[in-house]
């Protein structure tokens, strides 16, 4: 902790001193919540932020410095997270913190620090509906190879496995402990575009124990049709725990759909999930939504249905974040809401449904809450 801090405080000494060449941005976005169920229980007042990821308060400050050149860098984000009502902690934390230098006209570009690449991310919801694609992410050291345009390799080693989008991102390092390579995460990735076209990625991680966590071996792909105006269409695959994958081996497939028409959106987030788990089923996640632009004002509506899923009442999120493959149980979510964009900041009223077990054998249950989400970006 000792080294966290001088680290910190030298970061910000020498931000301090060239912060006119600094480019700044970042957001804070908390929100309110009003819960209630047709369990007999009492309606509760919570604190409600969706990027705040349902803990109450978020504050994210992302910096950013390059030489005249382009070919160095220092990338760094600072984020400040409320305290979770269930689980009790609160926390200050450095999700990325790195350096990067260029050579041979782009060719490689080294990077060290708490690195946080998303050069192989496709951008899909398996970034929202998993624990996200982690492969270009962790404190140790990432070596990009771009030996042609639109051809990206990348092979990174990693001491501990945090995530740069806040989902785990608390620096936990034993520093005091011996570090065993067979901890180290290790990362293979391939990504290529062509322009106009697609964007195809493919990345490998290994088993490891980065930081004393733990993370399985996993391959995660995603397929990006950029050949379509107004169109969003991607398709991700992952297979999980390839280090024991008879006994809990995951194959999980997720479509992202939207297009664009003037005011109007509309689309289709799919996924569906195959477990090697003992006692464990397949089941399908489906979210059609609608929205239209009234100017800064849109109302939008999406559903959410899970087969082979229960969902999780601790969570509260937008998404249905349940337990998969359990064909015995399954959730219907209903999600009417209007947005409000006023420059920098929106305001977000909805109300979310969620019906527990209504076409599947089971003690049936609904969930109601009622929310205000604020989000101030800068």
Do not use: C
């Not at 390059?66 to 200050?92: E, S, T, W």
């Amino acid at each position: 902790m000792k080294r966290i801090l001088t680290f910190l405080l030298v970061l910000t000494a020498g931000t301090a001193l060239s912060a006119q060449e600094f480019k700044w941005s970042g957001y804070f976005n908390s929100g309110l919540g009003i819960v209630a169920s047709d369990t007999g229980g009492t309606p509760y007042l919570r604190a409600y932020g969706l990027d705040a990821g349902q803990n109450g308060l978020r504050l994210r400050l992302n910096g950013e410095w390059a030489n005249a050149g382009g070919d160095a860098g220092f990338k760094v984000r600072l984020q400040a997270q409320a305290v979770h009502p269930n689980n009790g902690y609160g926390y200050f934390s450095l999700p990325y913190a790195y350096g990067w230098v260029k050579a041979l006209n782009g060719i490689f570009t080294f990077s060290g620090g708490i690195v946080d690449d998303a050069t192989w991310d496709t951008g899909g919801i398996v970034l929202t509906w998993t624990t996200g694609a982690d492969q270009g992410e962790g404190l140790g050291a990432l070596v990009k190879i771009s030996p042609l345009a639109g051809l990206d390799i990348g092979f990174g080693a990693y001491a501990n496995s945090i995530q740069g989008g806040g989902a785990n991102n608390v620096l936990a390092l034993p520093f005091n402990t011996p570090l065993d390579l067979d901890d180290v995460k290790y990362t293979f990735n391939l990504g290529f575009t062509l322009p106009e076209v697609l964007r195809l990625n493919a990345t490998f991680r290994t088993a490891n124990a980065a930081g004393g966590t733990g993370t399985s071996s996993r391959v995660l792909t995603g397929l990006k049709v950029l050949a379509v105006p107004n169109l969003t269409a991607i398709l991700e695959a992952e297979i999980n725990n390839l280090d024991d994958f008879g006994n809990a081996g995951l194959i999980g497939i997720y479509e992202t759909l939207g297009y664009k028409t003037g005011s109007l959106n509309f689309g289709l987030n799919a996924a569906e999930y195959i477990s090697q788990a003992a006692g464990a089923d397949f089941s399908v996640e489906l979210d059609p939504w609608v929205s239209y632009a009234f100017g800064g004002i849109v109302p939008q509506v999406d559903i959410v249905y899970f087969f082979g899923g229960a969902w999780n009442p601790d969570a509260y999120g937008r998404y249905i974040y349940a337990n998969r493959n359990d064909a015995a149980q399954d959730v219907l979510s209903i999600r009417p809401s209007v947005k409000f964009n006023i420059g920098s900041v929106f305001v977000e009223l909805g109300d979310v449904l969620y019906f527990n077990n209504i076409f599947t054998d089971g003690a049936d249950t609904l969930y109601n809450v009622f929310y205000v989400d604020f989000k101030w970006s800068f």
